[in-house]
């Protein structure tokens, strides 16, 4: 199955070089369909012309940033070496209320195009 999903730039650009290789979401209906070995075409939102495929390796669920956090390996997730990695940095994407009524999920991918 394929998907599409939209990144801001800084994102987009660290998954495309391959720095980043867990992208985080809120476990919505729509991530619900996401699968291991299913197609991810992600967009940036700054240049919807530019696009990645990536292969989902993995599906990790959790029901919290937090647990996520706790969990996962943050520089696969985004985050530099050494720098402060907070749940709550998701709030800018997200309220408490969708991260409690879904849930969360790390999406591992890897680049294919």
């Given amino acids: 199955m394929e998907h599409s999903m939209k990144l801001f730039k800084e994102p987009f650009d660290m998954i495309k070089n391959g720095q980043k290789t867990i992208e985080l979401r809120l476990f919505d209906e729509k991530r619900r369909l996401v699968k291991p070995h299913d197609i991810i075409t992600f967009s940036c939102t700054e240049n919807k012309s530019d696009i990645i495929r990536a292969e989902v390796i993995d599906i990790h669920v959790f029901g919290s940033f937090k647990e996520l956090y706790e969990n996962l390996p943050l520089e696969k ?25 879904y849930g969360v999920v790390g999406i591992e991918v890897k680049v294919i195009g």
């Fill in 77 to 101: 997730c985004g985050y530099h070496k050494g720098e402060k990695a907070d749940p709550d940095d998701m709030l800018k994407y997200y309220t408490r209320e969708k991260e409690s009524e």
